[in-house]
């Protein structure tokens, strides 16, 4: 009897963690597009947005200009994110996609931040970036970066580029997620004290030197930041 009742609380548990398990994934488009629809001030608020009929559905959904300007950099860190989701893009609406720009000047910076619910995929078109990650053991992976090539965040972990050519960067990434979120150090820790700035690039460039020097050395740490 104790062995029938206990396979019968093992099958249980089983059954109730597949079905956790099952709640909690991304569940799979019920039809073949949804962008999104521009019904103006949201009154009802769900995990995403409503749908466009589909009937209004048209081609330009699916396309979008805005990545193709690039931002102002006209500011302290001398850099600029763009960031696009389905709320301007209404073709991303349920794909679980959202995409960014990032314009680099020479020495630019992105400051270290995170993204909560996403992964990132950050591809150079122009221009030399170094880019790098900071793990939960404080060790920081990173790369010099040159067109053509990519790099990869994990999400949620601190994530930072900066331009180490002589020229201008310009960076597309795509990220796995709707709504990634971003987690970052306050701008005005950094508007507040030049040095700050100029410290951490000089920290960066160090820990690139350091791999160019001696191939093989992966990680690092950036103490203090």
Not at 98 to 117: C, F, K, W
Not at 130 to 154: H, M, N, R, S
Not at 180 to 190: Q, R
């Amino acid at each position: 009897m104790n062995k029938t009742k206990m396979n019968s609380t093992l099958f249980f548990c089983i059954f109730l963690s597949t079905c956790i398990d099952i709640c909690l994934s991304d569940s799979d488009n019920l039809q073949d597009t949804c962008p999104t629809a521009t019904t103006g001030k949201q009154t009802v608020f769900i995990n995403g947005f409503p749908c466009k009929n589909p009937n209004s559905i048209v081609a330009s959904d699916f396309k979008s200009s805005k990545l193709s300007r690039p931002g102002d950099t006209d500011n302290y860190l001398h850099s600029s994110l763009i960031h696009s989701t389905a709320l301007d893009f209404p073709g991303l609406n349920t794909l679980g996609l959202s995409i960014a720009r990032t314009d680099l000047e020479v020495n630019g910076l992105m400051v270290p931040h995170s993204h909560p619910r996403a992964s990132e995929m950050f591809f150079v078109s122009t221009g030399v970036v170094i880019a790098g990650f900071i793990d939960t053991q404080t060790k920081l992976f990173q790369k010099t970066l040159k067109p053509g090539e990519v790099f990869v965040f994990p999400q949620g972990l601190l994530h930072f580029c900066i331009n180490d050519g002589f020229n201008s960067a310009v960076v597309f990434s795509v990220l796995n997620s709707q709504n990634p979120g971003v987690v970052k150090i306050a701008d005005a820790t950094f508007e507040s004290d030049e040095a700050m700035i100029n410290e951490l690039v000089r920290k960066i460039k160090s820990a690139a030197a350091m791999e160019i020097n001696a191939y093989g050395i992966q990680n690092a740490t950036l103490s203090g930041f």
